[in-house]
């Protein structure tokens, strides 16, 4: 079922809507009330293509309050977080911005997280990245590291424990 199926039967949630918005102006300075709707965020998302994501409305539903039909959609978890919305935004409205919160109200209130995610937090867990660094094959077909490229090693945390604890109590604090 689509967030606009969803969304028929939706009734605002202003609380909600509240905590997003002061979230928002906490973190960037950035007030979903300043869009108007021009859908240029909509136009340069990379999820909009492969996904169906339209940013331009999940600003809307958040202006109109509608706030659990997107919490309760896998539509949120299709966003690629590459602040492309934020970047072409005219009025400084970030999309990105407000699909994290979702995510984390989605998280905080114990919904099922897409498997994926899942994996992407145990490896950030057990080795401080999102996967291993990896070797890549060259255009003549050649394998190489980081290190063949002539690229920076990537620094991994020296002491896990103490890093997965800071860790923790960043998410805590953000939910
Ligand atoms: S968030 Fe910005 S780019 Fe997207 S529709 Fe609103 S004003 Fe336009
Ligand atoms: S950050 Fe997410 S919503 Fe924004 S353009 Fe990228 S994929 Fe689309």
């Known amino acids: ?3 606009t199926d969803l969304t028929s039967m939706g009734e605002p ?8 918005n002061e979230r928002l102006l906490k973190l960037k300075n ?10 240029k965020c909509t136009s340069g998302c990379e999820a ?10 999940i600003v809307a539903l958040l202006k109109r309050g509608l706030i659990d039909e997107m919490v309760n959609s896998d539509i949120i978890w299709t966003c690629m ?3 492309k919305c934020r970047e072409r935004c005219p009025q400084k ?13 989605a998280v905080a209130s114990g919904k099922q997280i897409p498997g994926n995610y899942t994996q ?12 291993e660094v990896k070797t ?20 991994k945390p020296q002491d896990p424990m103490k890093f997965q604890t800071m860790l923790a109590k960043i998410a805590v604090e953000k939910l």
């Open 13 to 20: 949630q202003s609380e909600a809507r509240k905590y997003i």
């Open 30 to 39: 950035e007030i979903s009330d300043y869009c108007f709707q021009c859908a």
């Open 81 to 83: 977080s590459c602040f």
């Open 93 to 105: 409205v970030a999309p990105v911005e407000i699909l994290f919160a979702l995510k984390n109200m």
């Open 136 to 155: 890549v094959t060259t255009r003549d077909n050649k394998t190489a590291d980081r290190n063949q490229l002539n690229l920076p090693e990537i620094s």
């Open 48 to 57: 909009h293509k492969l996904l169906e994501l339209e940013p331009h409305k």
């Open 120 to 131: 992407l937090l145990q490896s950030v867990l057990s080795i401080g990245l999102l996967q």
């Open 1 to 3: 079922m689509s967030i």
